[in-house]
């Protein structure tokens, strides 16, 4: 069992940066993750996914923009968002599984979500 609890959302302005944390907690050993996120009416997208290997794949959308990272010894995943813009308005989830989905939304753990607003 997997607990994941998302942080750092908020308001922002287009062109701004925000970072997302996802605090891992509970049988993190060899999990692989993801942030995922979903606007009101839409589907659930995948945004970012990272490997056990450390390598990363983004959704073209966000590619150049987002970041995605982890820091093992704080079991904390990370989402860098700049240049934001207007169409990144989302609830974002991070989600974790022992299979590596990529950006497919099939991850056995799920956050509660985290809001970013991005508006002028």
């Known amino acids: 069992e997997v607990q994941l609890v998302e942080s750092g959302g908020g308001l922002v302005q287009p062109g701004g940066s925000l970072r997302l944390s996802c605090a891992a907690s509970?049988?993190?050993?060899?999990?692989?993750y993801g942030w995922f996120r979903q606007a009101p009416g839409k589907e659930r997208e995948g945004v970012a996914a990272?490997?056990?290997?450390?390598?990363?794949s983004y959704a073209d959308s966000v590619k150049g923009r987002f970041t995605i990272s982890q820091d093992n010894a704080k079991n904390t995943l990370y989402l860098q968002m700049n240049s934001l813009k207007p169409e990144d308005t989302a609830m974002y989830y991070c989600?974790?599984?022992?299979?590596?989905?990529?950006?497919?939304?099939?991850?056995?753990?799920w956050g509660q979500g985290t809001q970013v607003t991005v508006s002028s």
């Open positions: 990272i490997d056990s290997d450390g390598s990363t």
């Open positions: 989600a974790a599984d022992r299979v590596y989905w990529w950006l497919l939304p099939k991850y056995k753990y």
């Open positions: 509970g049988y993190t050993y060899s999990s692989y």
